[in-house]
């Protein structure tokens, strides 16, 4: 079963703006991770937060944890055209160590 | 550079045959895993090594096998028995569990069954 899932399935937006996407979960993790994949490309890792941290920033990225809600939300501020991707998170559950599982994702797209 | 490399970028397979994708590293890691994505989903988990000589299954293995006589090196064959093989393959690597240390991704191979 799925244990993490994005939110929107797809979003636009115009450059410059903020785009925001959210991943539910169902059973208790010990880290999330973000992940961008370009088409055709192989994914790459962008944040690691793990279960005690509440927020993380790298660059134009901030990505949030709630434990109490299963959530998390990754937030794209001043987005430019090269951030058009598929977003995936990537969960693991405290029962599968070692082994992560990843949502469909959200397709994002940015508008020049 | 360091990385990690997968071949072919593209393979075609035709029915009733088995077929080797190669994944190498040479980032010294010792975790190593094989996703299956079929378009617009996610990754499924069909194989993972966390140390030479030993890998477990996945979720969706049936169909599927690897080997990992190398550190460097996780080969995934995809067999005959598998009925449905089209999909992109991604592998990946990780120093530790990748769920705690996070995973590099290769660029992927393409499969499809002619």
């Known amino acids: 079963s799925q244990q993490g899932e994005e939110d929107p399935q797809a979003l636009s937006i115009q450059e410059g703006e903020n785009a925001t996407m959210n991943c539910s979960y169902k059973?208790?993790?010990?880290?999330l991770q973000w992940y961008r994949q370009n088409s055709g490309r192989g994914l790459v890792h962008l944040i690691l937060?793990?279960?005690?941290?509440r927020e993380k920033h790298s660059g134009r990225l901030r990505v949030t944890l709630d434990t109490s809600k299963k959530s998390s939300s990754l937030l794209i501020t001043a987005s430019r055209a090269a951030d058009t991707a598929s977003y995936f998170c990537?969960?693991?559950?405290?029962?599968?160590?070692?082994?992560?599982?990843f949502g469909d994702g959200t397709t994002l797209t940015v508008k020049p | 550079d360091g990385g990690i490399t997968q071949s072919p970028k593209y393979l075609f397979r035709k029915e009733g045959q088995n077929v080797t994708l190669s994944c190498e590293q040479n980032l010294n890691h010792d975790a190593m895993y094989w996703y299956r994505q079929d378009p617009g989903q996610g990754l499924r988990l069909i194989y993972y090594s966390q140390i030479v000589n030993d890998f477990q299954k996945g979720d969706i293995a049936e169909g599927y096998s690897v080997s990992r006589e190398k550190k460097e090196s996780f080969p995934l064959t995809v067999t005959s028995a598998q009925k449905n093989p089209t999909a992109f393959y991604l592998c990946a690597s990780s120093i530790g569990p990748g769920a705690d240390y996070g995973y590099t991704f290769g660029s992927g191979t393409r499969l499809t069954v002619v």
């Open positions: 059973t208790s993790i010990n880290n």
């Open positions: 990537a969960t693991d559950a405290n029962t599968n160590a070692g082994k992560s599982t």
């Open positions: 937060i793990r279960s005690n941290e």
